[in-house]
């Protein structure tokens, strides 16, 4: 059973234009998410975090957003660059602490020129 | 400076056959963490070393699985008799500490036939 769903394996943006992927979490008891990008042949890289209390987290082109009423939360990256086209996994855990994060089965990105 | 490196990049094998994975942390870090991402599925946390406490295998499938690390640096997963179903991409991870970011390695991909 996926706690953690990114329910669209892939998606296409223009250059210059906003992507936003989408994570949805079944266990309320999450509390600390982040999103990881990965490029072919390479580790996943952390990109940006955001713990429960807060509901946005900014770090230049990237925000995340967390809804947890909904038990939802989305990257946004704008203005997208060729650059970023890589896959996105969202990831969560009880507790800021905790080394045991849940990832999701990732979203591929391509951004277009 | 280096980061996370594993061996061999990519492993082929017959079903049955033992197979050993390798990962070289991050000099200094002395969290280590191993992950399998199958087929279409997001990274599945393995097992977790912390200096010299005794690791959390919470994560591994089967007895078939063991890790080691020796000397609170290089670490070695062992897939005993593998099975078909063990063919996944292996991630190795390492931090400064418990919660600390993770710095991914670039995966070994065990493909068992």
């Known amino acids: 059973d996926q706690q953690v769903k990114q329910n669209s394996p892939s998606l296409s943006v223009q250059e210059g234009r906003i992507s936003i992927l989408n994570c949805d979490y079944t266990?309320?008891?999450?509390?600390?998410f982040l999103w990881y990008k990965k490029y072919p042949a390479e580790g996943p890289t952390f990109l940006i975090s955001?713990?429960?209390?807060?509901d946005k987290n900014e770090d230049g082109r990237f925000t995340v957003f967390l809804n947890k009423s909904a038990k939802h939360l989305s990257l946004h990256i704008v203005p997208s660059q060729p650059g970023d086209s890589a896959v996105y996994f969202c990831?969560?855990?009880?507790?800021?602490?905790?080394?045991?994060?849940?990832f999701g089965t990732g979203t591929r990105l391509k951004v277009l020129a | 400076g280096a980061g996370v490196s594993q061996s061999p990049s990519n492993k082929v094998t017959e079903k049955g056959k033992d197979v050993e994975l390798r990962c070289d942390p991050i000099?200094?870090?002395?969290?280590l963490y191993w992950y399998r991402q199958s087929l279409g599925q997001g990274l599945e946390f393995l097992i977790y070393?912390?200096?010299?406490?005794?690791?959390?295998k919470s994560g591994l499938p089967s007895d078939r699985f063991s890790a080691e690390r020796t000397g609170g640096s290089v670490s070695t997963l062992t897939i005993q008799r593998t099975q078909q179903e063990d063919s996944a991409v292996y991630l190795c991870?390492?931090?400064?500490?418990?919660?600390?970011?993770?710095?991914f390695g670039p995966g070994t991909r065990l493909t068992v036939t």
């Open positions: 955001i713990s429960s209390i807060k």
């Open positions: 266990n309320s008891m999450f509390d600390y």
């Open positions: 070393f912390q200096g010299n406490s005794a690791p959390d």
């Open positions: 000099s200094g870090h002395t969290a």
């Open positions: 991870a390492s931090s400064l500490g418990l919660g600390s970011e993770q710095y």
């Open positions: 990831a969560a855990s009880e507790t800021p602490g905790t080394y045991k994060y849940i």
